[in-house]
């Protein structure tokens, strides 16, 4: 088996397209004669201007608070529809000040709950401090937001609509093979320039990525912004098996979309794999790519074309690890983490071992996704 280090490396960081605005407000109606409402009915409009590729569940968590006391959970509402109405005490609106708490995960299998210390479920006046977010998935698609909001009971009544930007709370890796430009620093992906081969992913059968050090659960400071919870590296590990398609001549096309292979930047040959998405991390994530792919040398006595029986199949590690802790492997919300690998060779299954890859890292927020 090969095991290849990689001491050095490129991850590119660059913003996704946050999901849009959920916001409410409240029809005007001349007010007739008669007693003052006692109640305060506030419509709501979940009005999301990202694309999403499924239906969508929704959740508005409501807070309260009295003089300077802590903020305690009143109710909740939970919508599969962009719309919905909820009903306030007047009295406690011109008393209390509110706190709200948005959610946004795919309908159809929730992938974050929201609950409290101890992964109970959430009751009537449960504290603020002990609200968390967490993830009972191993991995989790980008389609997940949330978004905090204090307003006064004043406010709500003045304004008669809440307005907030929700935020994306997962971040994305991914991984770009290439071959690269020698002696060029940062990294020039260039073509192969082997007409025998197709891409560098060409003899590879399978791939199996295991991430370790991600996070399952969020909690919230002082200024109500996401704060990762503990991760144990032994225990906190999830892997990612793939199976790649062969043509008979064991290349490997792109895209492969089914499987989160395209190509990279119209480069000939060059491979993006999609990785998982993970809750940011305060600490460094470590991953390890496994290639298994059929050998050169047929073992079999055939003189004609060869059929997959007649190859052994091998194994080739990649180790992405941060040596320097310098915590470019770190998972941030909202963000796609670019892992750019370029080798001097046409193959992956081609690169000698030991060989050592440049660091490069670069921020680019201007490049998103809907």
């Given at each position: 088996m090969k095991q290849i280090y990689i001491l050095r490396f490129i991850i590119l960081v660059w913003g996704w397209t946050s999901i849009g605005v959920f916001s409410a407000c409240s029809d005007e109606e001349k007010v007739g004669s008669g007693p003052e409402?006692?109640?305060?009915?506030?419509?709501?409009?979940?009005?999301?201007?990202a694309t999403v590729s499924s239906a969508m569940q929704y959740a508005m968590y409501i807070f309260e608070q009295e003089e300077n006391g802590p903020y305690l959970l009143k109710d909740s509402l939970i919508l599969t529809e962009p719309t919905g109405r909820y009903t306030f005490d007047k009295g406690d609106l011109l008393q209390k000040n509110y706190r709200f708490l948005f959610t946004g995960t795919p309908a159809a299998g929730a992938e974050i709950f929201t609950?409290?210390?101890?992964?109970?479920?959430?009751?009537?006046?449960?504290?603020?401090?002990?609200?968390?977010l967490t993830c009972k998935k191993t991995t989790v698609s980008e389609y997940n937001y949330c978004t905090v909001k204090d307003m006064s009971g004043q406010d709500l009544l003045t304004?008669?609509?809440?307005?907030?930007?929700?935020?994306?709370?997962?971040?994305?890796?991914?991984f770009d093979f290439f071959k690269a430009q020698d002696g060029v620093t940062p990294l020039q992906p260039v073509d192969i320039d082997s007409e025998e081969v197709l891409s560098v992913m060409d003899r590879i059968k399978s791939i199996e990525v295991v991430y370790t050090g991600f996070v399952s659960s969020l909690t919230f400071n002082d200024a109500n912004e996401l704060i990762p919870g503990k991760s144990i590296a032994d225990d906190n590990t999830v892997t990612?098996?793939?199976?790649?398609?062969?043509?008979?001549?064991?290349k490997v096309t792109v895209p492969q979309e089914e499987i989160g292979l395209v190509g990279v930047e119209n480069v000939?040959?060059?491979?993006?794999?999609t990785g998982g998405c993970f809750f940011p991390t305060s600490?460094?994530?470590?991953?390890?790519?496994t290639f298994t792919y059929y050998d050169t040398t047929p073992v079999c006595e055939k003189e004609e074309v060869h059929s997959e029986e007649c190859f052994k199949q091998k194994t080739l590690v990649l180790?992405?690890?941060?040596?320097n802790n310098t915590q470019v492997l770190r998972i941030v919300a909202d963000r796609m983490i670019r892992n750019k690998i370029g080798i001097h060779c046409n193959r992956?299954?081609?690169?000698?071992?030991?060989?050592?890859?440049?660091?490069?890292?670069?921020?680019?927020?201007?490049?998103g996704i809907n």
């Open positions: 409402a006692t109640v305060f009915e506030l419509p709501v409009l979940f009005d999301t201007k609950l409290q210390t101890g992964n109970h479920s959430l009751a009537e006046g449960t504290e603020w401090k002990d609200v968390l304004q008669g609509m809440i307005k907030c930007k929700m935020e994306r709370i997962v971040g994305k890796m991914v990612q098996f793939i199976n790649v398609e062969n043509t008979p001549e064991f000939k040959g060059a491979v993006r794999l600490g460094n994530m470590a991953v390890r790519l180790n992405l690890k941060d040596q992956i299954i081609d690169i000698p071992v030991n060989s050592g890859l440049n660091i490069d890292v670069e921020w680019n927020k201007d490049n």
